[in-house]
């Protein structure tokens, strides 16, 4: 492994637990990542000259607890704090528990009740969805502010306002670093902003690409980890079989032109077969309470889509009764689009016209239009079709999305 892969290892897969562990020995978040970066930063200059410590996570921890002490004691307005942590500071009475972090490789080093208490910390109710996301990308993640910045296309300087002041909001209101008693209620806000991010990259909504790998793979990091977390409950595994599910096709979504590749017309045989098989078995087991709630629906959608060996052996009225399920549980406008689509595809484009027709606020949503165009086609009325084509193509700044749009509009007769 070179320098370079080692050291963004070091960052994205390894800054995280060490930030767990030392916010939980210092009660202080914001120091802690102080810490975590300095020894970031020590590591960016030391290593292509002196070389890859054997155990990078364990050299990762003793560098940020040194980082920490240093920044402690350079505060004199801490001096009490210096007192309470300097036990659990000084190497020379290093902590069992980080001792083993130390002498473990970082392959072998097993996720901490304190790496849990992080996660659950950035998607604090208290925090808004914006604020989740980056802190989740921020701190779990460990990507830059620069990186959050490109993926989500807006300027670094926001990025660092909503970190900064999600970490003030946690201070100020003594947010605590815990796992709450309400557990469901946060694992439920973890798993919208995991989405979010997946979502992201699986549409990107402003970038030129169409599809944002780099994001994609890091919320399936990211939910891996919450089911390693939380391997008893069935939505965190719904999720992640959803996310397999979709990433399986990303190299069959856009040709080599970059233009978006229908369902429909996608080369299955390029499809990741090792993938689907993953989700296959995660939903297998998500599925065993037989209550599934709405990640585990959406998998279940997935999973016939991932698992039918041409468009035409789709099992539509099955996809159909999910989507009818999903909507219950739901009530989702975007669902009830969704759920239009199957209907139309198993009953015909009238059929799926009248759902269509029930949907409700999704006036500026692009998709709707995109949707409602592609049935009016179907259902041979291609001037009212052209409209709808137009009207969605006015509603979306994804370039590769406006030359779908231009292309059906030109198919219309």
Same mark, same amino acid.
């Given at each position: 492994? +070179? ?23 210092? *009660? ?18 030391? &290593? ?10 364990? &050299? ?45 490789? /970082? ?14 910390l950035c998607c604090h109710p208290a925090l808004n969805q914006d604020a ?9 993640? *460990? ?38 008693? %309400? ?23 402003? +970038? ?7 994001? %994609? ?20 595994? *719904? ?25 429909? !017309?996608?080369?299955?045989?390029? &499809? ?43 099992? &539509?009225?099955?996809?159909? /009764? ?6 219950? !549980?739901? *009530? ?36 709707? !239009? ?6 009016? +086609?179907? %259902? ?29 509009? /030109?198919?219309?007769?």
């Open positions: 492994m +070179s320098v370079e892969d080692a050291l963004t290892r070091l960052s994205r897969e390894e800054s995280g637990r060490v930030l767990a562990l030392l916010a939980g020995r210092l *009660g202080d978040l914001d120091l802690a990542d102080e810490a975590v970066q300095d020894a970031l930063v020590e590591a960016v200059r030391t &290593w292509p000259t002196q070389g890859v410590p054997d155990n990078p996570a364990g &050299w990762l921890m003793t560098v940020a607890r040194r980082k920490a002490l240093d920044r402690i004691r350079r505060t004199t307005s801490a001096r009490r704090r210096v007192t309470a942590a300097a036990y659990d500071l000084l190497e020379a009475v290093e902590p069992a528990s980080d001792r083993g972090l130390v002498e473990k490789g /970082a392959e072998q080093m097993e996720i901490t009740d304190e790496h849990l208490r992080l996660v659950l989740q996301v980056a802190l989740t990308l921020r701190l779990v993640g *460990g990507l830059s502010t620069a990186e959050i910045a490109a993926a989500y296309v807006v300027p670094e300087a926001t990025i660092t306002q909503r970190v900064v002041r999600a970490k003030r909001k946690i201070r100020d209101a003594a947010i605590p670093l815990s796992i709450p008693a %309400a557990l469901t209620e946060r694992v439920e806000a973890l798993l919208t902003v995991l989405y979010l991010i997946f979502n992201e990259g699986y549409l990107s909504r402003s +970038s030129a690409d169409l599809v944002r790998v780099d994001l %994609a793979d890091e919320a399936i990091r990211l939910t891996r980890l919450a089911h390693d977390l939380l391997p008893d409950s069935g939505e965190v595994g *719904g999720l992640l079989a959803l996310e397999l599910y979709q990433r399986a096709r990303f190299a069959t979504r856009v040709d080599g032109a970059g233009e978006l590749v229908l369902l429909e !017309h996608q080369d299955r045989t390029r &499809w990741d077969r090792d993938q689907i098989a993953e989700a296959n078995r995660v939903l297998a087991a998500a599925l065993a309470d037989r209550t599934p709630g709405t990640f585990r629906l959406q998998a279940v959608i997935a999973a016939q889509h991932a698992n039918a060996r041409t468009y035409a052996d789709t099992d &539509w009225p099955a996809i159909a /009764a999910a989507y009818a399920r999903l909507d219950e !549980h739901t *009530g989702s406008a975007i669902v009830r689009l969704n759920r239009a689509v199957a209907v139309a595809e198993a009953d015909g484009p009238h059929a799926g016209l009248r759902l269509l027709d029930t949907v409700e606020g999704l006036d500026d949503f692009h998709l709707l !239009h995109a949707t409602r165009a592609e049935l009016l +086609s179907r %259902a041979g009325d291609p001037d009212a079709a052209r409209t709808a084509f137009a009207r969605a193509r006015s509603l979306t700044d994804n370039p590769a999305e406006q030359r779908f749009l231009d292309g059906r509009i /030109a198919a219309q007769p």
